[in-house]
């Protein structure tokens, strides 16, 4: 309250999110490295490692990574003696003493003793290493996770002092035999790496003593060698001056001299001290269980300095499988990453009573989104949530507002991510459905349609609840009476009457505001005409298709079923009315089928013997759809833009009636092309726009887009062409309409005048046109060479039909009379390719008729082939002979077929196969009946 400018923003401008800052704790062998590390790289963090960054301080005197202090680093190696080494191990110890390492000041000094036995950091130190992560770059911009820090209460001390609060503290849990079993590892096999040293650098010393004694041995033996020849060469001259023969004195032996005089060194050996690896493990085991209890000790501390400043904590347990720690932490953590915009909004859950108090009483304001849930909004469900008795709504405050969902759950995701939600537009207008729902009996129509009445509140309407109730509520109105009167004689209602009837139930407030879905109504042509004609047009038709075994199945059950024969309902669905009411359906659906397919455009079909719930979803999203477009539709009509009539039921005669000042030309093409593109052959509503009350027709989806971003450049007045007048536009003529427009005459002498004009105005791009591709423009008549150049003439016909011939022309073809040329000519021109087709037919084949010569056969093959291929015989004429040349075929295959059947001995024609009986009989039945010429007039 002092100084309140020193804690306020400087500017006005909105404050960042900070970025993302996590920490990571646990014990020794919980797996913290791991963690962190996957953390920082899944949320593109900085993996900050406290014990690593303390180790970069001092690494430059140390030379060494400085670990934990360990029972088993802290016996002394055996150090060798120095009358015991050789000159090279001396050289190489004054060589390493000769460079001592740096003196450790006493900062560096603390932090070796923090790394080595956790002792505690000065506030100093910290202050060098902290405030960076949080104030200074880069860090600052793109967050951290940091790993082992705070260790300890007084560090966590320091960051509430300090102000360095984290997003959440992630405490890591381990059981101490999980962590010994993770540690343990490591430690043994790093120890017995030690021991092996030792002992191989114990075993190379006494291999050298080894070497050093023998090579004494060897010269002494010598010595005592060269002695012993001196003596006796003195003792022989000795011997030969006193005339005396020389004796030989006894047997020298050198090496019992030599083994006697080292006999000492020789039975001295090095004993290389053998030490129990069970005891070591043990001592291991021993000591981190010891650190594990005093470091859970340590986190107990740091979670309750925490606690006080309400830093969140979760504690995970790290015992389970490593992607089930990462799933708990990434879990634990959605509501600061996902979530990170609303980190400091807040939303309370009131009851709905005290929501509406508060509302009534001006103290809250109701939200944007009315009674409308965001959360469902948000999931493109573009109806509001029906709520009753039994569905009451959850209301919340946020701010100044008060907002309703449609369920706890829709509550929490509000406020876990309140922003996500507000940042979408604002509810559109509330779109009652208008759905009819037909098929054939059993099929699920009544069930699908209460599920719509219950789920989104609609009318389930029916002709026969329509009668009810008009009969129920207005009984004294005429027409009240007039069904009544029907009634009392036993007859039908008239479609006239009940279409009535479900116009007033559609004026219930309830219908207008939710809607309503007609359960099996029309069904007849009659029905779908007096509707269309009153303007009640479901905006969607759901056809439910459904076999006749399966619909037989249905009835079967339902009249089986518990609760019918329970409650005694009389129920008109014997086989005999069904099989009667499924023979009317398929009388119907024709109609209805065509209609809505092609009038509005707005039936689908959907397979009714599917799973109750994957029918509901596409029921529920073909609903949502309809919803959705003519909200989409109303929302652009009242903002002053264009808007497709896609999916609107609007027929093509009302399409035509409104066409604005382009007809069914498309006003992109033509502003930006300058193409007339015709659209009046295509009869869907997919590509049409309305904009300022009139319709206008595109020819394709992209050009309908560029419609629909800018309608007023390419509409009065500011459309940079205008739609040339009526008799100023190509139309497309036939041959029949050229040939009625005689003596008028062909225009450039009939030749193509687009394929003229792309080729470059070029003798050779001279085509001839033909009648079947004619184009009437300004009066004059245009032939084109195919299909493809008339579009293309229709699109520019001003370019087109301004061209000029050149004087040379190619010469005019004129057309063959085939009566002149000879009869080779004449069969060449006609019969020659569906001749060679029937020769080849025959040489695949192979026909052989019976009692009949094969070249007999062969020839009424080809005959019977030329009759029913004969392209200028009538369809009747020709299906007539491919049927004989059918027949002819199957009887040239019982030869073969009698071969194969036929055995040597005879059976009794009882024991024969039927098939085999009745073409044995078929063909001696040919004997008297060979087929001949004749048949073939």
């Known amino acids: 309250m002092d100084k309140p400018l020193k804690y306020l923003p400087s500017s006005r401008r909105k404050l960042k999110i900070p970025p993302t800052r996590i920490l990571v704790l646990g014990p020794r062998g919980s797996g913290k490295s791991t963690q962190a590390r996957f953390l920082a790289e899944k949320l593109n963090l900085f993996h900050v490692k406290f014990r690593d960054y303390l180790q970069e301080l001092i690494i430059g005197k140390t030379k060494k990574r400085i670990d934990y202090e360990r029972e088993e680093d802290k016996e002394e190696e055996d150090q060798p003696n120095d009358d015991e080494e050789d000159e090279e191990e001396k050289k190489l110890r004054e060589l390493k003493n000769s460079e001592p390492l740096p003196e450790l000041t ?36 793109r967050g951290f996770v940091l790993e082992g820090f705070p260790n300890n209460d007084s560090q966590a001390h320091y960051l509430v002092d300090k102000g360095f609060f984290p997003d959440a503290v992630i405490i890591l849990r381990v059981e101490d035999e999980d962590a010994v079993k993770r540690l343990l590892p490591e430690r043994l096999e790093s120890w017995r790496i030690k021991m ?186 573009p109806v509001q949530t029906f709520y009753n008795e039994k569905k009451k709504p959850y209301p919340a405050i946020y701010r100044s507002y008060v907002y309703f969902f449609s369920s706890k759950e829709a509550r929490e995701n509000f406020a876990q991510d309140t922003l996500k939600y507000l940042n979408q537009p604002s509810p559109l207008s509330v779109v009652p459905f208008k759905i009819s729902i037909i098929g054939p009996p059993k099929s699920g129509k009544s069930t699908l349609a209460k599920r719509f009445a219950n789920e989104f509140g609609c009318v389930r309407l029916s002709a026969g609840e329509a009668i009810r109730a008009v009969l129920d509520n207005q009984p004294y109105t005429e027409l009240a009476e007039n069904i009544r009167s029907y009634l009392i004689k036993g007859k039908t209602v008239p479609d006239e009457l009940t279409i009535q009837c479900i116009e007033l139930a559609i004026l219930d407030v309830r219908c207008q505001l939710r809607g309503f879905v007609l359960d099996n109504f029309p069904v007849t042509k009659e029905q779908v005409k007096i509707m269309t004609d009153r303007s009640l047009i479901p905006v969607k038709v759901i056809e439910l298709k459904c076999d006749i075994k399966e619909v037989m199945q249905r009835c079967i059950k339902d009249r089986t079923c518990q609760e019918r024969m329970t409650n005694g309902l009389i129920l008109n669905d014997s086989p005999e009315i069904i099989a009667y009411k499924l023979k009317e359906w398929k009388n119907q659906i024709a109609f209805l089928r065509d209609w809505y397919s092609n009038e509005h455009k707005n039936l689908v079909q959907l397979d009714a013997t599917q799973s109750k719930w994957n029918l509901w979803d596409q029921a529920k999203k073909i609903g949502f759809d309809s919803v959705r477009t003519i909200q989409v539709y109303l929302d652009r009509i009242n903002r002053q833009q264009a808007a497709c009539i896609a999916n609107l039921c609007v027929t093509y005669d009302e399409m035509v009636v409104r066409m604005g000042d382009f007809g069914q030309y498309c006003p992109v093409s033509l502003a930006i092309n300058n193409e007339l593109v015709d659209c009046s052959d295509d ?19 992209n050009e309908l887009d560029i419609f629909l971003s800018e309608p007023h450049r390419f509409v009065p007045p500011n459309a940079p062409r205008k739609l040339p007048a009526p008799n100023l536009l190509p139309r497309k003529r036939s041959a029949v309409q050229v040939k009625e427009m005689f003596p008028k005459p062909i225009e450039l002498n009939g030749y193509c005048p687009v394929t003229f004009y792309l080729g470059k105005l070029r ?70 390719e569906l001749l060679k087709k029937a020769l080849s037919q025959v040489g695949n084949f192979k026909p052989k008729f019976p009692f009949l010569t094969p070249t007999k056969s062969a020839l009424l093959y080809v005959a019977y082939y030329l009759k029913a291929y004969n392209p200028k015989s009538s369809e009747y004429r020709r299906k007539k002979y491919k049927q004989k040349l059918t027949f002819f075929e199957q009887k040239c295959d019982l030869i073969d077929y009698l071969y194969k059947q036929t055995t040597l001995k005879y059976k009794d024609p009882s024991k024969r196969s039927i098939e085999y009986n009745l073409k044995f009989d078929s063909f001696f039945a040919l004997q008297e009946n060979v087929p001949t010429m004749n048949w073939l007039a």
């Not at 956790?118 to 405030?131: C, R």
Request: with cysteine.
């Open 106 to 141: 006493e900062r560096e000094e603390t932090i070796k003793a923090y790394l080595e036995r956790d002792e505690v950091l000065p506030t100093e130190i910290m202050d060098e290493i902290l405030p960076q992560l949080w104030e200074e770059e880069p860090y600052k911009s």
């Open 196 to 381: 092996n040293a030792k002992k191989e650098r114990k075993m190379l010393k006494a291999k050298k003593k080894k070497e050093k004694l023998m090579l004494q041995m060897k010269v002494r033996r010598e010595e005592e060698i060269a002695k012993y020849e001196e003596s006796r060469r003195k003792r022989e001259e000795e011997a030969a001056e006193n005339g005396e023969e020389y004796e030989e004195e006894e047997e020298f032996d050198v090496d019992a001299l030599i083994q006697e005089e080292f006999a000492d060194q020789l039975q001295e050996e090095e004993e290389i001290e053998e030490v129990q690896e069970d005891e070591v493990k043990e001592n291991m085991t021993n000591d981190i269980r010891t650190r594990f209890e005093n470091e859970l000790s340590y986190l107990d501390l740091v979670k309750d300095a925490l606690q006080e400043v309400l830093v969140p904590r979760f504690t995970v347990d790290s015992n389970r499988k490593i992607n089930i720690v990462r799933y708990l932490i990434k879990k634990r953590l959605k509501r600061f990453i996902d979530n990170r915009q609303s980190l400091f909004e807040r939303v309370y859950p009131v009851k709905l009573r005290v929501a509406n108090k508060l509302i009534d009483f001006g103290y809250k304001q109701l939200s944007r989104f009315g009674r409308w849930c965001p959360v469902k909004q948000l999931d493109n469900e």
């Open 683 to 701: 009869k869907s509503m997919d590509h049409v726009a309305e904009y300022q009350g009139f319709y206008y027709k595109m020819k394709s989806k």
């Open 763 to 832: 003798y050779e791009a001279l085509q001839q046109g033909l009648a079947d591709y004619a184009a009437e423009y300004k009066g004059k008549i245009f032939f084109m060479a195919d299909a493809e150049m008339l579009e293309l003439f229709m699109k520019k016909p001003e370019v087109y039909s301004v061209l000029k011939l050149p004087h040379k022309l190619p010469p005019v073809k004129k057309n063959l009379n085939l009566l002149d040329l000879p009869m080779t000519g004449y069969l060449e021109q006609t019969v020659a």
